[in-house]
């Protein structure tokens, strides 16, 4: 059976609309992270779009990080973006947790110096079993350093300093007196009124 034709309206709808160029912040290079068919490139502005670090990178070694962005302005037919969230895979997590290790999970609220509410997820696995008095007091010195430290920091310099691994770095030297980590993650940050995860 023959397809309907489509009507002349439709059709210069169609040919109305056009591709735009979706790009990603300025420290990723300005990659192109995705496209979009619409006919007037401002309807684009708030939408989310969720990109994996690795294709914008090159890097294989952060295939399991994954950005969400949002568009905040368009500019000679481009779409511009700026960092909502910065989310590790579930699965990387799981296997990062075996036998005679613990899992401390912190999680907290804080705003930063641009006066942005941002929520924050933080796992560190430690080298062995320890007594929860310990797993408590890693708890505790990871949730005040870094509520601290982001308070004194713009929202874009902290997920530079998320996705370059500083962060990560220096929580895990800074908490080794208490206890030796395997490793000290940001599962998750992003601004409060983005996405729940």
């Known amino acids: 059976m023959a397809k309907p034709k489509k009507s002349t309206k439709e059709t210069l709808k169609w040919k109305k609309k056009r591709w735009v160029p979706i790009i990603a912040p300025p420290m990723l290079r300005d990659a192109i992270i995705g496209e979009s ?57 799981k296997r990062n947790v075996r036998r005679r290790r613990d899992r401390v999970d912190c999680i907290f609220n804080c705003t930063t110096k641009d006066k942005k509410d941002i929520r924050v997820k933080v796992i560190l696995i430690t080298r062995g079993n320890a007594v929860n008095s310990v797993l408590t007091a890693l708890r505790k010195s990871a949730t005040d350093m870094l509520s601290k430290h982001f308070s004194t920091q713009d929202f874009d310099v902290i997920f530079k300093d998320v996705l370059d691994f500083r962060i990560q770095s220096e929580l895990k030297k800074q908490l080794k007196p208490i206890y030796p980590l395997i490793s000290s993650e940001v599962r998750f940050i992003g601004l409060k009124e983005g996405r729940k995860q």
């Open 37 to 93: 068919l619409v006919m007037n490139p401002e309807q684009l502005i708030g939408k989310k779009v969720l990109s994996n670090l690795m294709t914008l990178t090159g890097d294989m070694k952060k295939q399991h990080i994954s950005i969400r962005c949002s568009i905040d302005s368009i500019k000679e037919g481009r779409a511009y973006t700026k960092f909502e969230s910065y989310i590790i895979s579930p699965a990387t997590i």
